[in-house]
């Protein structure tokens, strides 16, 4: 499969325990983005990289919150002290960008299935 | 004010229909504006992208008028696959945040026998 991958589908943890989240972008592509969904809304931003650097966070991402792309490639994001209202889908999707970074336009962002938290 | 704005729905309509589906934007710097759908349980997909002059894919119609800052999705004759949720959704203003998409918050379709 050379779509966008994410692990685990589903993680259920109780609240005050960190959990960790990994997206495989599609390899070629440069670009990798987080979304958060709730039950009924529509996916919101939280971050994304170029590259290894991170290019902007969405002030979603308390300070309970880290994401990291170190080599370029896979992508975690990491939620410390789990609350209760992270309960969420936590989407990954990734792009390519040609040009100048951070301003070059960039193909149609393909999402992973997504990883499913449930935080009791 | 939320940044983009759908009527959540649900509609409900027989297999047919015809049925359309209308979006706000609030920044007027916008630069890209998409239609996905996206079914239960499922991640988004990208089902077609919106320009002003208007643009048509087979049963999908899309318009965007980017003076009153809207946006706009019509299905004619309406399948039962259709059924789904249909998100309006708005590319960043430019500089770091060229990107980043906003969503509404997804309208939902059940499309009936």
């Known amino acids: 499969d050379t779509g966008v991958s994410q692990d685990p589908r589903h993680k259920i943890t109780k609240r005050g325990q960190n959990v960790t989240f990994r997206c495989d972008p599609i390899?070629?592509?440069?670009?990798l983005y987080w979304y958060r969904q709730t039950l009924g809304q529509g996916p919101e931003f939280l971050t994304y990289?170029?590259?290894?650097?991170?290019?902007?966070k969405s002030r979603l991402l308390s300070d309970r919150f880290s994401a990291e792309r170190p080599k370029g490639s896979f992508s975690t994001l990491e939620i410390q002290r789990t609350e209760q209202g992270d309960s969420a889908m936590y989407l990954c999707?990734?792009?390519?960008?040609?040009?100048?970074?951070?301003?070059?336009?960039?193909?149609?962002?393909?999402f992973g299935p997504g990883t499913r938290l449930t935080v009791t | 004010r939320k940044e983009v704005e759908q009527d959540p729905g649900p509609f409900n309509v027989p297999e047919g229909a015809t049925v359309a589906f209308n979006c706000t934007y609030s920044n007027s710097a916008s630069q890209s504006f998409f239609w996905y759908r996206q079914d239960c349980r499922k991640e988004p997909k990208l089902l077609m992208s919106?320009?002003?002059s208007g643009n048509e894919d087979g049963r999908f119609t899309a318009q965007l008028n980017r003076a009153s800052q809207y946006i706009s999705l019509l299905i004619r004759d309406s399948k039962l696959s259709d059924s789904a949720t249909y998100l309006c959704?708005?590319?960043?203003?430019?500089?770091?945040?060229?990107?980043?998409?906003?969503f509404g918050q997804g309208t939902i379709l059940t499309v009936h026998p």
């Open positions: 990289f170029q590259n290894e650097a991170q290019l902007e």
């Open positions: 919106v320009y002003s």
């Open positions: 959704v708005v590319k960043g203003a430019g500089g770091t945040s060229y990107g980043k998409l906003t």
């Open positions: 390899s070629e592509h440069n670009r």
């Open positions: 999707a990734s792009s390519l960008v040609r040009g100048y970074s951070g301003q070059g336009r960039d193909t149609e962002q393909y």
